[in-house]
């Protein structure tokens, strides 16, 4: 039984092998699909593809079967039946899979078999084959340019003949081959050999073979790189210094390039035969170095080695031969003392030559009545407190290991005090974000003596004891520089361009920042202090971190307490010390709410802190006082103007209220009347001719008359003008013959002027007064009779001279039908007197005169 087994086991073996290989390689059970001419076309041929179904592999009634045939998943062709032909063009380059499906009555498909075509190009001929052999011991491998690629499995056969008809042969399947190692070693015993290379692309499109290559073992051997790079300085300076390597014994020819560390430029040497070492004697103190060597093993056959490992050395140090760039600032800090702060800048890496371990600095007075002040620092500043008396002069040197650099000296001067030497129009404007452009102009009548110019900069508020300084030399013929070298965004910098002439100095200065944004907080105001009319206030500066720039102008806002009116405010510009601004617009006894910002370039700060304040300053006197001369000053010029003044005049006249006249006094009980009871001639002086003479007159003179008392009726006189001076010749103008002079009626009312025989007596006569415009037969001018026993106020009292003037008769006769036209624009009624008028003939006395009220006339 179990041999039986066994024999079965030998004989189903076999036959499950023999079905799993048909399984696997019967891929198409249902037909087949076959491609002509080739799976394998170049490109831009056609190729024609069948499908096919086997007996019984097709829908239950062949009638409905339908072959359809599938290119990459696009249905390309569609037939009825058994067999289906198609042919395709324009196939692309690379693989396409070709599909062949079987449907009934369009419900599911069925795949029937499948075909991949190969579409690409022959092979092109490799170029610029070339070997190589690394080392005396390393092996052959050789590189090539393939050409294009043919989208097909291409076979590249490298093959390498020497002599005595030595043959190796090496290939690769690869289809990006380009190169291969034939794993031989050409001896070096036999270094003239011709040695002949060749590779061959093979596709199922073509091949293609490249040139033969022809070499020689010193041709395509390549040393390996120099191994065990080392340095030696001779009497430890860099001046010279010995470098050695190893290389291979063959080799020739050496090459070796060094550069400093912060450089990207190599300096090569070649040395031949130079047998592992070579005396470098170029190379610079305290500097750190990059060193690689390369070998050949020919002077012009082969190929140079790669490059060996880099060596890194530092050159040891040299004493220092260049000299500081010093530079100093001054500051007075009372009436005896001053500030002297030394700044100078590092020593190049070539002019140092070594670590700088300290410098020594030495300030002296010239005079000789200071002792001289020396020490030593690690910093680059340096600052001492001097006498403001003597000549400074300073010192400064740099020391290392090695040694110590020359002194540079300077004088320590005034760095402003040459006004003629002053660069003009000094400007700073940003360029950029991170430069600086400070131009200037060369100074007045100076320019051929200018033998330098230094432009300085520094931080507007710096932190610390000693302000960082910074600076650069311009020649006497440039006018502008750039500045970029530490320069911070949002941070204002002040800049003077100093303009040298031997130890004279003078300097023009200017304000800028790369980049600014608004103030963070406003000024804060600490006190507000009134003085001599005047308000000032004062404020603390903006601290340096939330200014952001530099401010450019202040601004103080006021208010009245509780008002809602818009804030007034001033505006002025920033500048470098003064923390107090005046302002002038306050009213006394008023609050006010102030506060203040501040501005850059890129906007206004929010607002400082609020103060209350309020101005206890009495009324500007002095303002009011030149305000008032002014306007009498104006009034005075007005009333020049003859026609104004007249007219005003009147105004004022007719303006003028009954109070404004004063009590007239009773003659008879004045002390005058009783020292002087006899007087012969009275003068009344007539101020002007009367209302309408006023109109015309300038400057009117007064009227003489003189009075004499009727004794009995009166009588007619001949009307006459009276005799007047020439300076009255204007008024003597207005009378004409027409004029008369009346005496007043016997029956006078009671309370009239009488005599001291008991007569009564018609005392005062009208003296009519012709205007300028008045014609020879036209009635006098309306006149006013006033009562007897009264006597007119300012303009019209009896003067006491009347004994002093000539007696004129002029007699006058009045018109009942004319009463006096007198127009009155004033609120209160109008009392003021006319002159009495008077008639010619006896004395009169004011003890003779009785007056009384109630008879006035208006």
Request: proline fraction near 8%; include cysteine; charge should be neutral.
């Amino acid at each position: 039984m179990a041999s039986t087994f066994g024999r079965c086991s030998l004989v189903l073996i076999p036959l499950t092998i023999w079905l799993l290989v048909k399984a696997s390689v019967d891929v198409c059970p249902r037909g087949d699909l076959t491609v002509r001419p080739f799976l394998v076309i170049p490109l831009g041929s056609s190729v024609n593809i069948s499908c096919s179904l086997k007996p019984k592999q097709g829908c239950s009634d062949p009638n409905f079967n339908q072959l359809i045939l599938y290119q990459a998943e696009h249905r390309i062709n569609t037939q009825r039946g058994h067999l289906l032909s198609s042919q395709v063009k324009g196939l692309p380059l690379g693989t396409t899979l070709f599909i062949c499906k079987l449907t009934c009555n369009r419900r599911e498909e069925r795949q029937v078999c499948g075909a991949e075509v190969f579409v690409g190009v022959t092979p092109e001929e490799p170029r610029s084959l070339s070997c190589m052999q690394s080392g005396k011991h390393g092996t052959v491998a050789c590189t090539w340019d393939r050409g294009r690629n043919t989208h097909l499995i291409t076979v590249y056969t490298l093959q390498l003949n020497g002599p005595r008809n030595l043959t190796w042969q090496k290939q690769c399947n690869n289809p990006n081959c380009d190169h291969m190692d034939l794993g031989i070693n050409l001896a070096s015993e036999a270094p003239e050999f011709n040695y002949t290379a060749k590779v061959t692309a093979t596709n199922k499109l073509g091949r293609a073979s490249s040139l033969p290559s022809t070499f020689t073992f010193s041709d395509i051997v390549r040393p390996l790189p120099p191994w065990d790079l080392s340095i030696q300085y001779v009497n430890g300076t860099a001046s010279k210094c010995l470098l050695q390597w190893r290389d291979e014994e063959m080799v020739q020819l050496n090459r070796l390039r060094y550069r400093p560390h912060h450089s990207r430029s190599w300096n090569m040497v070649n040395a031949t035969n130079a047998k592992g070492r070579y005396d470098l004697l170029d190379l610079k103190p305290f500097t750190g170095y990059e060193i690689q060597i390369s070998s050949k093993l020919h002077l012009y056959k082969g190929s140079w080695s790669n490059w060996s490992k880099t060596l890194q050395t530092q050159t040891p140090e040299e004493e220092p031969t260049g000299m500081l760039d010093v530079w100093y600032m001054k500051q007075d800090i009372d009436h005896k003392r001053q500030q002297i702060s030394l700044f100078w800048k590092n020593l190049s890496i070539s002019e140092a030559r070594g670590q700088i371990l300290h410098y020594e600095v030495t300030l002296q007075d010239e005079t000789g009545e200071e002792p001289p002040q020396e020490s030593t620092t690690k910093h680059t500043s340096w600052s001492t407190m001097v006498p403001r008396t003597g000549h400074w002069a300073a010192t400064v040197s740099a020391v290392n290991s090695k040694g110590i650099s020359l002194p540079t000296r300077i004088s320590i001067t005034d760095l402003c005090g040459v006004e003629w030497l002053a660069p003009r129009q000094v400007s700073a404007h940003s360029e950029g974000t991170d430069t600086i452009m400070v131009t200037w102009e060369a100074p007045d009548n100076a320019t051929s003596s200018v033998q330098e110019y230094v432009v300085e900069w520094q931080e507007l508020w710096p932190k610390g004891d000693i302000p960082t300084l910074d600076w650069l030399r311009s020649s006497p013929y440039n006018r502008s520089a750039g500045i970029s070298e530490s320069l911070k965004p949002f941070v204002c910098y002040k800049f003077r361009v100093h303009a040298q002439a031997g130890y004279q100095r003078g300097c023009g200065s200017s304000r800028a920042d790369i980049q600014s944004k608004a103030p963070r907080r406003g000024p804060h105001i600490h006190s507000i202090a009134e003085e001599k009319g005047h308000v000032f206030i004062s404020w603390d500066g903006i601290p340096a971190e939330d200014q952001m720039g530099c401010i450019l102008h202040y601004r103080i806002y006021w208010q009245e307490q509780d008002s809602r009116s818009q804030p007034h405010l001033q505006e002025f510009p920033y500048q470098d010390s003064p923390n107090s601004h005046p302002i002038d617009s306050l009213q006394p006894q008023v609050t006010y709410i102030l506060w203040m910002t501040a501005l850059t370039a890129a906007g206004e700060s929010p607002q400082g802190n609020k103060r209350e304040f309020r101005l206890q300053g009495k009324v500007r006197w002095i303002l009011l006082v030149a305000s008032g001369i002014c306007i009498a000053i104006l009034i005075a010029g007005i009333c020049s103007v003859r026609r104004f003044r007249q007219k005003a005049f009147v105004l004022l006249t007719t303006l003028r209220p009954q109070w404004w006249s004063r009590e007239i006094p009773d003659p008879a009980n004045s002390s005058w009347a009783k020292i002087h009871p006899t007087v012969e001639e009275t003068t009344l002086l007539q101020a002007t001719c009367l209302l309408t003479g006023w109109l015309t007159c300038e400057e009117p003179e007064p009227l003489v008359i003189n009075e004499v008392l009727s004794q009995a009726t009166s009588t007619h006189r001949h009307p006459q003008c009276p005799n007047l001076p020439e300076k009255r010749q204007e008024i003597q103008n207005h009378c004409t013959p027409e004029d008369r002079v009346y005496d007043a009626p016997s029956s006078a009312p009671s309370g009239g002027l009488t005599t001291e025989a008991g007569e009564l007596v018609e005392l005062y006569k009208m003296l009519g007064c012709r205007g300028p415009d008045s014609k020879p037969g036209d009635p006098p001018s309306p006149l006013t009779i006033l009562p007897v026993g009264y006597l007119p106020t300012q303009e019209g009292y009896l003067p006491s001279n009347i004994a002093d003037h000539p007696a004129q008769a002029a007699p006058t006769t009045d018109s009942p039908e004319q009463g006096p036209q007198h127009i009155s624009l004033s609120i209160f009624p109008s009392i003021s007197l006319h002159p009495l008028p008077l008639s010619y003939g006896e004395k009169l006395t004011l003890d003779q005169l009785k007056m009384r009220r109630d008879s006035l006339v208006l």
